[in-house]
Every structure is written in structure tokens, then in C-alpha cells.
């Protein structure tokens, strides 16, 4: 704590004893947790504002980490030094490679979890982090100065002053939950929506914000589901997990590693309760004014918009090793209460199920993210950062990958240092963020493979090749953790050199291990020993593998090396921020409108706004040249 000195409105200077921090995070959820440690592991002295501390990392909808391009997502917050992954390893009661059957580039972890223990685990990293404080209160509006932010105050009329404010507020701006034709105030069940916050930054900071929606499912006890009819899902054995350093596991952990899941298709009957219930459905009511994800549609919305289809596959997933709860995947509704009962039994062997926790629907504010920079900086607002579902995204580790970077990002503002953005060719964390302040979000962004240009580059299994190096450079992972990947790294490196040369039984080792696809086989095709690993040491096993995939994709991965080579030199094109596209003649109105609303920050961006025409790229770097040879005949003169 610190004196700072106030103007009050009676004109008169007073003290008071106010704390002050670097970086005030306001959220804690799975992005407010990691944006507050990855700024206290960079030296920021870090403040972590929750609601309630108890639902710190609370996982309010499904219980798991992970999953198609989210998988990839969780390792790159590893590789850059942060918790998901090795809390999700702690709590993980089942896990599975998904795509395992399809090219490697595409495989996605993903982990079922015990929610009460990561929660408690990754509330405990936090408290065990350097530099963090956590506190058990409401933000309700900004602290401003001289037209700068300097701080917060909350419901209860503390002042918090920083340097960085970042905003990770999930679902909770303005919140609105929709159990049929019935609704009311929550950030989510159980919890208080952030009111005067969401009015803070329309009112205060005059931001543009929207309206989004999302849904989950109802939750069933155990004792009255007949598992007996219904089809097992196992867990998987793999050789690796969410982290790259598994020696640093979070605790607390759970003890059961492989409970099933289930598995069970709705009917015919089921659809029909929702088609006789529209009337009471709040979409189809005109009650919810936010958009819903198309990529996770509610289930009135599969039932009515994809008719042809008589059943749909829901899974149920337990929500802990020692709870009676099972969470249903696939039967989003905001269907009343009773509703959701009779279409639950309809299903075979939940004819006696009794529902624990209702399905409901949210709707909430959210800030149209063409407002941020790619270092998630807030443009009129240098010092205040957003991530999460904030700035239009839906899941958890969309949400914690943005944390880190906005953590990072408000850290080095607060130090004076320039930001780090990931770019599309080093990272989905930098895909995600250069579609969401380029593209325009009128849904929840949700992250997909597809997404990616470079997906082979992109890969799972690489995430610590290709980010590791830069977030020890950039103060985020430990030199311990940093001295551990150098000896993989180089470990690769060795025994790829000699599975290029070493041949066995005519052929090289690198030949051998190409024609599998990336795939290795229980036993290996030649004798490690050739390449100086030992498969049953773990690490040994994971370089093999590495060097089977790398081999597999490598013409691919050239090409890819020359596209990115282009996209290099348009990032190296640098477009002012105060650029004036009114003085372009030959520009479309929509592009123009486009360039001016996004304003991006290098031709490389510019190039992925939806309306802009190669021909209109050109135009713009002509202008750029323009602009170039002006300003270095005036800094001449």
C-alpha cells in the first residue's frame, strides 16, 4: 500500500491508504486466471478481482479441457508457460486423442475432469504464484484521470489503482439466464451479473457493445440412470498429456484416471416435445437478444433445423470422481423445467432419470473485438486489455489463451515494454486473435482447425517447438521448465540427423518412419538403439514420434515455409494507426468503411478483411510507399 492523493469534489486534496498494482485483473475465470499469473510471472505486481472466490476456474459448462483445435490450444498455453494444462492433467478422470485415425496435424487431446478439482487446483497455482493477489470482490466502474484509466473501484467502494486494468468477464456483463418464458439477473446459476460494469463501459469508456448467447445442458444423478442401457465410452492410454512437464503437477490431483463416459441417441419422441413446445421456448419467443454459436446449437435448434435427422448422439460425462453428477452433452435447451424433464425420459435408460440442475440459456454483453488491438489493447484505451468471452468467444480455453496473452501484454505495458503478438503462422492462440480484430463477430467465435492456414505446422505435438523459446524470452516460462525443453529440442535434433543417415535393412530410418504416416506402432520398425533412444524412456518415445511425423508432412512443410515466407513481407508492411484511407481514390465504400472500422495494423491484416480486393491491397501499398518516401523527406528536412 501506498498513499495517493485524491481530488475530491469539494476541492479539497486528501490522502487516503489505497493499494496499487501494476495490473488489476478483473475476472476469474479460466481467462482472468491465466492473464493474472502470466503478468505475475513477468514481474507485474498483479491483483485477481472474483465475484466469489470459491467458483475461482469454475467450469460452468462441460466438465472437460480440450477437444478439436481447443486441444491445441491448451498445449500452447503450456509451451508459453501457463496453468491449463498441467491443472487439467491434475484433474483429468478420463482422457482420448481425438482425430487419432486422421492425419496428425488434426489429433486433439482432450481430457474429462473432475470440475471441483480443477477448480481447487488451479485456485491453489494462483495463490502459490509470486506477485498475485487474489480478492473477493465486485469491479463496478473505472478509476479515470486526465482522460486515462487508472484503476478500478467495486460495489463495496474500494479503489484499486494500476497501471493495466484487464477485463475478463465472461458471461457476466449484464447477465440474463432463461429457463423457459421464465428469466432472470446471473452471470451464471448460482452467481450475480455485473451490472454497472457493463454500463461502465458503455457510459464511461463509450465502447460499442452487442449481445451473445449461450446454453448448457441439464445435469442427472447417477442413482437414477440405468447405465446398463447404454453403450460405454473407455478412456484412452497415451503416451502424452495436456503439459510438456508433467514432473510439475498441479495438486490437488485426482486418483481415478479412467471413469467412462456414456453414450445414448434421442428419438423421435424427444423431438416432438420440442416441436409441441416452441411456444414456450424463449429463441423461438423473441425473449433472448443474443446470438447463439452455430457450431454449438442449442437442441430446439438441431430438432428444427435439421429435420432430416431422427436422432442425435448425447454423451453423458461424469462430472467428478466422487459426485453423483452426470453432465449430458448434446441437449443444450432453455426449454422450461418440466419440459426438460419429459424429454429426458424419453431416452432409454433414463426413464427414471431425475434431473439435478436445470438446462438454461445466458445472454450477456460481450465488446465488438474490432475495438482491440492484436495485443488485445483496448485502441481508444491504451492501458485497459479484454479477454475471453468479452470480446466474442465461446469455451474455456479460447477464453485462458487470450488471458495469457492480454496478461503478458498488460505486464510489458505496464514496464514500458513494446507488446508481443503471435502471429497465424506461429500459434491457433494467434489465429483466434487475428480473426476475432479483423473479421467481424456477430456469433460466438468458437476455434477450429480449419481456421488455420499453417495447420501442419500447427500442430499439437509441436506447440513447445514453436513457442517455448519465445515465452522464456518474454519472462513467462521458468528457466527450469526452459532447461528441460532444450534437452527434448536438442534430443530431436540428434536423432533426426541419424534417422537421416543410419539406414537399416536398405532403407534410412527417416525413409522408414515416412512411410508410416506418422503413426508409430507398438513396436518400433527398427532398433531405437540405431537413433540413441531408449522407448522405454518416455521423452525417447515422444522425439520418435516427432521425427515420424516431421518426416511424414515435410514436403508439405516446405510449402508451407514459402507461404509463410509471403505472409512475412506483408507483415512487414506497418500501417499507421492514424492512416487516412479517405485520401485513397479507387477504393470501394466498403472497404473503405471496413479499413477505417478495423484499422489494422500491417498489410498482412488488411489482406484478411472480409470486402477487400487484391486490387484494392495493391492500391493501399502504393499509398503505404506514398506515405514511406513523405515521411523520410520530412525527418530529412
Known sequence: MQPIFQFFPTGIFMMEILEYYDVVVVGGGHAGCEAALASARTGASTLLLSINLDHIAQMSCNPAIGGIAKGHVVREIDALGGAMGSVTDAASIQFRMLNATKGPAVWSPRAQCDKVCYQRAMKFTLERQPNLHIHQDMAACFLIHDGAIIGVETILGERFHSKCVILATGTFLSGKLHYGLRNMPGGRAGDPPSVDLSGALREQLKLRLGRLKTGTPPRLQAKSIDFSSLAKQHSEEFDEYFSFFPEDRAEPHAIRKQLPCYMVYTNEKTAQLVRDNLDRAPMYQGKIEGIGTRYCPSFEDKVIRFPQHEKHLLYLEPEGEFTGEYYVNGISTSLP???????????????????????????????????IERSLRVKNWPNLFLAGQINGTSGYEEAAGQGL?????????????APIELGRDSSYIGVMIDDLVTKEIIEPYRLFTSRAEYRLRLRQDNADIRLCKIAHEAGLLPEHKFRQFQKYAALCERSACL????????????????????????????????????????????????????????????????????????????????FDYDKINGLRNEARMKLKRVRPSSLAQASRIDGVTPSELSLLQVHLTRHRHEKNRHADE
Open 499 to 578: 534417422a537421416a543417415s543410419i539406414k537399416h535393412e536398405g532403407k534410412t530410418c527417416k525413409d522408414i518412419l515416412r512411410d508410416l504416416q506418422g503413426l508409430l506402432p507398438k513396436q518400433s520398425p527398427f532398433p531405437a538403439e540405431l537413433l540413441e533412444l531408449d522407448l522405454q524412456v518416455p521423452l525417447h518415445k515422444r522425439v520418435l514420434r516427432q521425427i515420424a511425423i516431421n518426416a511424414h508432412y515435410e514436403g508439405y512443410l516446405k510449402r508451407e515455409e514459402a507461404s509463410i515466407s509471403q505472409l512475412h513481407k506483408l507483415e512487414e508492411w506497418d500501417i499507421p494507426a492514424d
Open 337 to 371: 423445467p418440466e419440459v426438460q424433464v419429459r424429454m429426458i425420459r424419453s431416452l432409454p435408460g433414463l426413464e427414471k432419470a431425475e434431473i439435478s440442475r436445470y438446462a438454461y440459456a445466458i445472454e450477456y454483453d460481450f465488446v465488438f473485438p474490432d475495438q
Open 405 to 417: 496473452v492480454a496478461g503478458l501484454n498488460a505486464a510489458r505495458h505496464a514496464a514500458e515494454k
